[in-house]
């Protein structure tokens, strides 16, 4: 009965599509002569910015480099703090440490999982700069309130747009908010390349030629540097596949909601599981479906053990992580963020998952708790 094999993620769906396109453009690429920030690179860079609506999109080599050359064009350094939220991926946080400044940890709101925005006040302080805010597993954040306190206390916003590409907070697009706005395009990210890739999003002019110079060794005349600046450039072959890529982008995402609905309907009223809980204004394009169970280990398992994989989002809270012991927090020092990462599952959900599949997950968490 529970015979199948459900991969946590399977991308083969979503390059079938692109596949010759872009087996095509690396043809033209080899021949080209040109291999990096070339054609492919500026054209991805103006239809990134196009589909956001904003005048510039600067292409880096990752997302994480997204963050740094963001931090460093905005001049935050040793001796800012830089509100973050304190479950997120730890790429967030080691982008502030990267330019020396400190990541200011606050706790989520339990509904939505993203930094809950009544903690920001509470946590300013005179060396505060600067909100990094993350829309955690494709979860747009409240981005008007946000604006509203950065504005009022004079700070900088940046988005962390990694797992959120094509997700809208009252109609406006995540990633077009922020002063400067990073995202990754990891392969298993809503819009992910076959490789490292990431991008900025701005529409200050200034910011985004300081970003070009920044993020290309200072630079935008050859031999001549501005800035003491870093290598982290997009090739022509990644920016090809995301040329492609971006065209499926909103159907993808439209997919990723129709299977999130299909799992919450299935999964309702199942022991005591807890679904995803999205605002009503704030859109969700699930790059995770993630849910709560305090049976999250015994779940995990017996799931594995019918042909179904599951990850955890995250497992060890950043300030509990052996690479964060100088920031001094101790167990329980964040017991919303400890919670989740006790508790949190993650389901298999990308474009290609079928209807057959996610009830072959359901019944298997039913089985699961038949036995409870
Ligand atoms: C994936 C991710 C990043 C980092 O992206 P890389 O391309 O792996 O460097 C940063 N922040 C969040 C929230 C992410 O999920």
């Not at 955890?312 to 509990?320: A, D, E, G, Q, V």
Request: negative net charge.
């Amino acid at each position: 009965m529970f015979d199948q094999k459900i991969p946590f993620l399977e991308l083969v769906h979503v390059h079938r599509p692109i596949q010759s396109h872009v087996l095509h453009a690396i043809q033209n690429i080899i021949e080209s002569n040109s291999y990096i920030s070339g054609k492919n690179v500026r054209k991805f860079e103006e239809e990134y910015a196009k589909f956001h609506n904003v005048s510039n999109c600067i292409s880096v080599g990752n997302g994480l480099d997204a963050l740094i050359v963001s931090l460093r064009c905005l001049e935050i350094g040793a001796g800012d703090e830089v509100l973050i939220p304190a479950n997120t991926f730890i790429a967030t946080a080691l982008a502030v440490s990267y330019v020396g400044a400190t990541p200011v940890l606050l706790e989520p709101d339990l509904s939505t999982y993203n930094m809950d925005f009544r903690n920001i006040e509470k946590s300013i302080t005179e060396k505060t700069k600067a909100i990094i805010p993350v829309h955690l597993f494709g979860q747009a954040c409240d981005m008007e309130e946000i604006m509203g306190l950065a504005k009022r206390f004079d700070l900088y916003v940046i988005e962390d747009n990694a797992q959120a590409q094509g997700a809208s907070c009252k109609g406006k697009l995540t990633g077009t908010f922020g002063d400067m706005n990073a995202t990754s395009f990891y392969p298993g990210k809503n819009l992910g390349a076959m490789g490292d890739a990431g991008a900025i999003t701005t529409n200050n002019h200034d910011l985004a030629k300081k970003a070009q110079m920044m993020k290309n060794y200072g630079s935008c005349v050859k031999y001549v540097h501005e800035l003491m600046g870093q290598n982290s450039r997009l090739d022509e072959i990644q920016a090809a596949v995301l040329i492609e890529k971006l065209k499926y982008l909103n159907e993808w995402n439209a997919e990723r909601k129709i299977l999130a609905e299909n799992y919450n309907r299935l999964l309702a009223g199942i022991g005591d599981i807890a679904t995803p809980f999205k605002p009503d204004h704030l859109e969700h394009v699930y790059h995770l479906y993630v849910i709560r169970t305090n049976l999250r280990e015994e779940l995990k398992c017996f799931l594995l053990d019918k042909g179904v994989e599951t990850l955890i989002h995250y497992p060890i809270p950043i300030h509990l992580q052996n690479a964060y012991k100088s920031l001094g927090y101790k167990k329980g020092a964040f017991p919303i963020t400890e919670m989740l990462a006790q508790t949190s599952l993650s389901l298999p959900l990308y474009p290609g998952l079928t209807l057959s599949q996610q009830e072959y997950v359901a019944e298997a968490i039913k089985r699961f708790y038949n036995g409870h």
